[in-house]
């Protein structure tokens, strides 16, 4: 055999798609039990898997002859794939964010895009002879009619809608761990956030293409008979850059998954209810407590762990700290890290120690954060107030 199924180009698709497919495979087979973010991420994989092969059978140099033989029986159905690739990472990214997490009947509507691309390619094509459709793929008549490129559109501009959300709940996210942990520095989101916005870079660049196609339908342009070189180098980058994200996100989302801190999506999603009078006897009592027993020098102090230690609900705890001391957890436990922190810089028995020892001490983990709430709550910087104090 002499011929030349494959250029680098192609090669580079195929290489995608099958790894796409091993690396799905590896998640389902080592996925601890109750881990439903890696069979999200796992069925997003094996989606992603056929975006590759449809492109190779629609645009591949040689490949795309043998599929018009041999395979025009599903010719356009890996289209599909394109309406829940980015649905899957949605989900994906939800099932990290909330540790409840769990797929809902009303959820079934996301699958109403696939469903009706599926509907418009039974009646635009597959309804037609055998013989007609065989035309129109060799001629590439129906993959430049207007009317599927105009259902590409849409698609492209529905998956930029799937990357935004996944970006909304990302910074949800981060507000909504305020409310439970005392540190955040330590949950590492930058490497999620780096590769939704990746694939968004590559969904607009995919809708951009798409606009010229569309525009160029209604202008009637010739798109068989010109170089459209500009086409090829935004398809062609689409797929270098795809391949390097498949790659990272399935190598980066193995050694993030483990530290990632979920939250629940019952409480991020519960509607205040109405307001209660507030407890100033139990405001008193948490505030006492705060300052006597200190358990805000534990640098990983979450909302439960306090709730434990008060002997009260959670829910309560939280709605005590948000109603009477009008702070989220975050801001109320680093207030009081920074008043030990001001004790402490003051004291001249700590003369010999660093400011970064102390702000350890005080239960924070990050320069920054320490530095940002001190000037906020104080005035000055630490280095500052330490200064002050020694003066006087």
């Not at 951009?208 to 062609?236: P, T």
């Not at 505030?287 to 230690?309: I, N, V």
Request: aromatic content about 16%.
């Amino acid at each position: 055999m002499n011929q030349v199924v494959f250029n680098f180009h192609d090669v580079i698709l195929l290489m995608t798609a099958m790894l796409c497919i091993f690396f799905a495979l590896l998640l389902v087979i080592t996925n601890p039990p109750n881990n439903t973010s890696n069979y999200f991420l796992a069925a997003f994989l094996v989606a992603h898997a056929f975006i590759p092969l449809h492109e190779l059978m629609q645009w591949g140099a040689e490949f795309k002859l043998h599929a018009r033989a041999h395979l025009s029986s599903v010719y356009f159905l890996g289209g599909s794939a394109y309406f829940v690739d980015a649905m899957l990472l949605y989900f994906y990214v939800k099932s990290l964010v909330f540790r409840d997490f769990h797929l809902r009947p009303r959820d079934a509507w996301h699958l109403l895009p696939v469903g009706l691309f599926l509907l418009f390619i039974l009646l635009a094509f597959y309804r037609y002879p055998l013989a007609i459709r065989l035309d129109w793929i060799h001629r590439e008549i129906f993959v430049y009619s207007p009317a599927y490129i105009s259902v590409d559109m849409l698609c492209k501009l529905l998956r930029v809608a799937y990357c935004v959300a996944c970006l909304q709940l990302i910074v949800k996210y981060r507000d909504l761990l305020k409310a439970t942990h005392s540190n955040i520095e330590k949950v590492d989101i930058v490497w999620l956030r780096l590769l939704v916005i990746g694939f968004l870079v590559v969904t607009v660049m995919e809708s951009i293409l798409g606009l010229a196609k569309l525009i160029g339908v209604f202008m009637n342009y010739d798109f068989q008979h010109y170089d459209l070189w500009i086409f090829e180098f935004i398809g062609l980058s689409g797929y270098y850059v795809l391949f390097m994200l498949v790659c990272t996100l399935v190598f980066t989302s193995m050694r993030y998954f483990s530290n990632f801190e979920a939250v629940r999506q019952k409480e991020a999603n519960k509607k205040p209810g109405p307001e209660k009078l507030l407890n100033p006897e139990l405001a008193d009592k948490i505030d006492s407590t705060m300052r006597a027993q200190k358990p805000y020098l534990e640098p990983d102090l979450t909302l439960d762990m306090l709730a434990e230690t008060l002997a009260m609900p959670a829910k309560d705890l939280s709605m005590v700290i948000n109603r009477h001391f009008n702070h989220n957890f975050y801001e109320f436990i680093n207030g009081y890290r920074i008043e030990e922190a001001k004790k402490r810089l003051a004291d001249v028995q700590n003369k010999a120690k660093t400011i970064t020892d102390i702000y350890l001490e005080v239960g924070f983990n990050s320069k920054s954060v320490f530095n940002t709430f001190f000037k906020k709550l104080v005035g000055m910087t630490p280095s500052e107030y330490r200064q002050r104090q020694t003066d006087h």
